[in-house]
Structures are given as structure tokens and as C-alpha cells.
């Protein structure tokens, strides 16, 4: 996470959904950097992105907000500098894990999948 990911976040700890044009105004960088990064966090799941219909002709307003599952988390490491959060596909999660091989898990004895991986928390 860079500090533009951390402007971003900091902006919107606070619960509130923001537009892009009020985002852009709290965060001051350039329109294409802050596209980038929306991007880039919405894939990693760290923010979620809404549509809301406008009164009048036109596209939908779209507005940006962290997920309830990971306000606390962001927060954390927006307050504390040696917590990071990391975000992995369970693809770059299973070369890691050390009871896969080919496919197979040799701690549950099933297919590696997400349904029964030991790696993954389930219910934060």
C-alpha cells in the first residue's frame, strides 16, 4: 500500500460514500492517478464503488465507501505504521501454502479450493 492508497483510505474511514469529484478535491492528486488507484483497490476489495441515479438526464453518480468487514481493519493500519494489510487471489495463496501439491491438499485430502483451505479466516 502506497501513500496514495493511504489518501484514499483516509479519506474514507469515516463511513461516508464520496463522489469522485469530492474525492478527488480531499485527496488533491491528478484525476488519472486517483482512477488508478480506485482501481486498483477495488480489486484488491478494499473499497466498494455504488452507483446512484441522478435526478435528470445523465450516468449514474458513482460513489466509493470501504466495505463494513473492513473498517476496523483499515483503521488499524491507517493508525499503525507495522500493520499492513496484504491482499492475495487464492492463486498466490495456494503456490504459498505449504500442504498443496498439484492441485491436491495433503492436510484436508481434498482439492485445493477456497471452500476448504486452512489458510483462509473464515467469518472476518
Known amino acids: 500500500m502506497d501513500s496514495f492508497d493511504r489518501q484514499i483510505l483516509t479519506s474514507l474511514k469515516n463511513g461516508e460514500s464520496l463522489d469522485f469529484k469530492k474525492l478527488l478535491q480531499e485527496v488533491r492528486f491528478s484525476h488519472n492517478t486517483l482512477r488508478l488507484h480506485i482501481a486498483k483497490l477495488k ?21 466509493y465507501s470501504l466495505p463494513p468487514e473492513i473498517k476496523q481493519k483499515v483503521a488499524l493500519t491507517l493508525t499503525d505504521p507495522y ?16 500442504f498443496e501439491k498439484g492441485g491436491y491438499c495433503k492436510e484436508t485430502r481434498r482439492n485445493c479450493g477456497v471452500q476448504n483451505c486452512l489458510q483462509i479466516i473464515k467469518g472476518e
Open 43 to 63: 480489486r484488491q476489495g478494499m473499497i466498494v464503488q455504488t452507483e446512484k441515479t441522478r435526478n435528470g438526464p445523465g450516468r449514474p453518480i458513482l460513489t
Open 83 to 98: 500493520t499492513t494489510i496484504v491482499s492475495l487471489t487464492f492463486q498466490k495463496l495456494k503456490h504459498l501454502c505449504r
